[in-house]
């Protein structure tokens, strides 16, 4: 055996060995004292299945596969795949799952075309199921919101308008909810829908909300303090209400302090009460208003309850006026209690922390308004003003500057300018049964889709319109926008008779062109713009002659000025005129030498402006005050001038850091002396002047003084004149105290006055006697009266009928038996119309077999000679109605 030989089977052998004991050494295992286990860990898989049937998750363990599970179903929808996060990407069910996971369904939709009568049915389930109101709005599409069809609404039903506004249905009405129709147009076919939308009545009103606003006293008609007022609102709404004891509170001086008010407070009501006793009927009214928050409703005993607690105003229109109670012939017919039923016209009487709260803007026309005083309210403050202040004041400037300017107006406060409007139409207006009108809602609804926008301008563009086209009748005019309106905006341009209603523009023709022209062929047309009305030419004098014995004595309008009348010159009234504080001291020298003084008094709040008529000089009178004004220290300011004004220059002086202008004239036509004082002078002497002499103008502002100028004048320049043909042709109206006064100086008797009150249904007729005025009644008077003779002319033409002062001759006159009331509505907006006291006049004899019958005058009075537009200003005819008196 060689050595290699040797080698490999010792090799071997040891390799045999060694495999040997490891088998005996593997065959018995040894034992682990504390084993090892891996725990198993799981994942969860779920499946949103986007709207398909439920598919339950599931549970695996951490990496491995999930199986899918059965695919979902879904209707109108084919499955596809499952996905994770990006729809186009299929998961894989062979991926290795390590940790949580969802899987979305990814569906393709069947499409189905649908017919076009189908696709409207979809669009008409899809707007009806949306169509949901808010408190006032009910949202309407023009679009079917799944196919795009054209929506065309036709809305019939009153309570809803066809921007969606919901209106509250009235208090007396049992519907529930109202039926509205569509047309949906698709692809030229038309389907004819109807919805069916719930109304519901007025809500009780839940006082949340509270602020004091401040009030300021603008006019100085009546001497109000200022102060403030709490006002009370509902959460986040635009509705002021307050109480009518504090409102009364915070107008004294408008309200008669001496006016003692006894109260009432009930659970629910509030009685006010209080006693005016009347000196010229020697009685006491007890008179009686009660607020009732259950039923909605403000009544009173008298309508002379909203009156008689009114303080007098600075004017006096009343002077010269009495009134013969005693008169055999004078009559009264009682009318019926007021009852103002605010639940039917949406509104609610609130019962709020132990006070009775009413709409802020229906207290205010009841208790102030109705007697032209106005507590303006435009959301930042409370302004008091008389009637209407014009454009150009102060008063205006204030009460049109507000935080709202410019913003649309909330839904709660326009329905409630809605209802508001109703409210004082039906209650307020006193043509309301001269018209045959139960109800001004019937009228609103109609124009309901035009009045019912949030819009502010848009508003008033539709209240002017209802007023001068649907009411349509001259005594009723829109006034100023409301305080949403931006400042500058100035209300809707009323540019043309386009803008007015029929009767309206037969009223204009027969009273103004016609009229006109014939003035134009009688007066020609000097010193006149071409667009002028030929009634201001310089040839119409104030008076004509027709011969020795007959003049015409013209009258345009009946006004009356704050005046004061006396013998002597009296400094109190002057510092009364200049709101001075002065008892005896006087800016002014005395004027001496007069028997006869009117002192007007032509200021505001921020100017001091006085004038007088002086009666009893002459004209080098001129001269010698001019030396009493330079020996009290004013400097006579003079320059050359073509202006004739101008000519005689002005006197200024400073007074206690004012600058004073004085200017004075006098007149040889009518026989006085004029002088006027104003607290500011010319800047420049060819600049404006402040202040500028008309004499004729300043006689025309009070028509008792004119009358009385002018008939002394007439008179003394023909001495033998015994018939005045009074001309009220171009007389559209004006103040009833200056009518009275008038009157006057036609007949010293008392005359009788038949008045009727729509708002009560009493009718009177009473007896007035003037007093304190030169008498011209033994002159012989006569009237020419034309369709312009309107409102107080139409009511002089009823007096000198009903008094037979006269014959009448002419056009049958323009009509108008109201007088005239402002009316605030809660947005701001302002306008006037007829009111509730109507002229007319009697007839009967007052027995049962012919008792009295009262005939309101509103188409006028026909005249008792007619004539033709030609004829108006003939003298030869004039004469032959007069001569066939004789």
């Given at each position: ?238 509705i002021p209400y307050v109480s009518v004891i504090t409102f009364l509170n915070l107008l004294s001086g408008f309200v008669d302090p001496e006016v ?521 008077w006569s009237l020419l009266i034309t369709p312009k003779t309107f409102s107080a002319g139409n009511s002089l033409a009823t007096i000198f009928m ?85």
């Amino acid at each position: 055996m060689n050595q290699n030989t040797i080698i490999k089977k010792m090799l071997g052998l040891i390799l045999l060995i060694t495999a040997t004991f490891l088998f005996v050494a593997c065959d018995k295992k040894p034992v682990d004292p504390d084993p090892i286990v891996p725990e198993k860990v799981y994942v969860t898989v779920t499946f949103n299945s986007n709207g398909g049937g439920t598919v339950d998750p599931l549970t695996i363990e951490k990496g491995l596969k999930a199986t899918a599970p059965t695919a979902p179903t879904k209707d109108g929808f084919t499955f596809n795949y499952w996905y994770t996060t990006d729809e186009a990407v299929q998961f894989d069910f062979n991926t290795v799952i390590n940790a949580n996971v969802t899987l979305n369904a990814k569906w393709t939709e069947n499409i189905v075309e649908l017919t076009t009568l189908e696709k409207i049915e979809a669009d008409f389930l899809q707007v009806e199921a949306n169509l949901v109101a808010s408190r006032y709005k009910l949202n309407i599409p023009t679009k079917g919101p799944v196919h795009n069809s054209t929506v065309r609404w036709s809305i019939s039903n009153k309570y809803i308008t066809s921007s969606g506004f919901v209106i509250p249905v009235l208090s007396d009405d049992t519907v529930d909810s109202a039926e509205i129709a569509a047309n949906f147009t698709l692809n030229g076919e038309t389907v004819r829908k109807t919805f069916t939308v719930p109304l519901s009545k007025p809500g009780e009103v839940f006082i949340q909300d509270s602020r004091v606003v401040e009030f300021e006293n603008l006019t100085t008609e009546y001497n109000v303090a200022d102060g403030e007022l709490e006002l009370f609102f509902e959460e986040d709404g635009s509705i002021p209400y307050v109480s009518v004891i504090t409102f009364l509170n915070l107008l004294s001086g408008f309200v008669d302090p001496e006016v003692d008010f006894e109260t009432t407070l009930g659970s629910d009501t509030v009685e006010i009460r209080y006693e005016y006793y009347d000196e010229d009927e020697d009685h006491t009214y007890d008179l009686r208003n009660t607020i009732d928050a259950t039923n909605n409703t403000i009544s009173t005993n008298d309508p002379g309850f909203f009156w008689a607690y009114i303080y007098s105003t600075e004017t006096n229109y009343g002077r010269h006026i009495t009134y013969d109670n005693d008169h055999p012939d004078a009559s009264y017919i009682e009318g019926s209690d007021i009852v103002y039923e605010l639940g039917k016209y949406g509104m609610d009487i609130v019962v709020h922390g132990g006070e009775i709260l009413v709409p802020y803007y229906i207290v205010n026309q009841l208790y102030a308004g109705s007697s032209y005083y106005n507590v303006y309210y435009n959301s930042d403050k409370l302004y008091g003003i008389y009637s209407l202040p014009d454009a150009d004041t102060p008063e205006y400037d204030a009460i049109r500057t507000s935080s709202k300017n410019g913003q649309a107006i909330p839904e709660d406060l326009l329905m409630h300018t809605f209802n508001s409007l109703a409210f004082n139409l039906d209650y307020f207006y006193g043509l309301r049964e001269v018209m045959d009108v139960e109800t001004y809602y019937d009228l609103l609804f109609a124009e309901r889709s035009r009045l019912l926008t949030t819009s502010a301008l848009g508003l008033d563009s539709q209240i002017a319109s209802l007023l001068l086209k649907k009411l349509d009748e001259p005594h009723t005019s829109y006034g100023y926008p409301g305080y949403y309106n931006t400042k500058s905006y100035e209300g809707p341009s009323v540019s043309s008779l386009s803008d007015y209603g029929t009767r309206f523009n037969a009223w204009y023709y027969d009273a103004y062109v016609y009229v006109d022209d014939a003035i134009e062929a009688k007066f020609g047309r000097e010193g006149l713009t071409s667009n002028a009305w030929a009634a201001g030419s310089l040839n119409r004098t104030p008076y004509w002659f027709i011969n020795d014995t007959v003049a015409v004595l013209i009258l345009d309008s009946f006004s009356t000025s704050d005046i004061v009348e006396t013998e002597t010159f009296d400094v109190s009234t002057l510092n009364r005129a200049l709101d001075l504080d002065l008892e005896t001291a006087s800016i002014l020298p005395s004027i001496t030498g007069g028997n006869r003084y009117f002192t007007f008094k032509l200021g505001d709040k921020d100017q001091a402006h006085a004038e007088f008529i002086v009666k009893g000089l002459n004209e080098s009178y001129v001269t010698t005050y001019e030396q009493a004004l330079v020996a009290a220290g004013f400097e006579k300011v003079v320059q050359t001038s073509s202006d004739p004004i101008k000519a005689a220059g002005y006197f200024k002086k400073t007074v206690s850091g004012v600058d004073y202008m004085v200017q004075m004239s006098f007149s040889t036509k009518y026989n006085v002396f004029y002088l006027g004082i104003i607290s500011e002078v010319p800047e420049t002497y060819t600049s404006e002047w402040p202040m500028t002499f008309n004499l004729v103008s300043r006689l025309k502002s009070d028509s008792a003084v004119y009358m009385e100028i002018m008939l002394e004048a007439l008179t003394l320049e023909k001495p033998t004149v015994t018939n005045i043909v009074f001309d009220i042709s171009w007389n559209s109206g004006g103040n009833v105290g200056a009518l009275y006064r008038v009157v006057g100086f036609m007949t010293d008797d008392a005359f009788k006055v038949s008045r009727i009150n729509a708002g009560s249904g009493s009718k009177s007729t009473s007896y007035i006697k003037i007093e304190g005025l030169p008498s011209f009644a033994h002159l012989e008077w006569s009237l020419l009266i034309t369709p312009k003779t309107f409102s107080a002319g139409n009511s002089l033409a009823t007096i000198f009928m009903e008094n037979d002062l006269g014959p009448i001759m002419g056009i049958k006159s323009g009509g108008g038996a109201a007088s005239i009331t402002p009316i605030l509505l809660p947005n701001g907006t302002a306008f006037t119309m007829s009111s509730n006291s109507l002229n007319g006049y009697r007839t009967g004899t007052g027995t049962e077999a012919d008792p009295f019958v009262y005939v309101d005058n509103e188409f006028g009075i026909e005249p008792d000679y007619v004539l033709t537009y030609a004829e108006l200003y003939s003298n030869e005819k004039i004469l032959e109605i007069l001569a066939s008196l004789k």
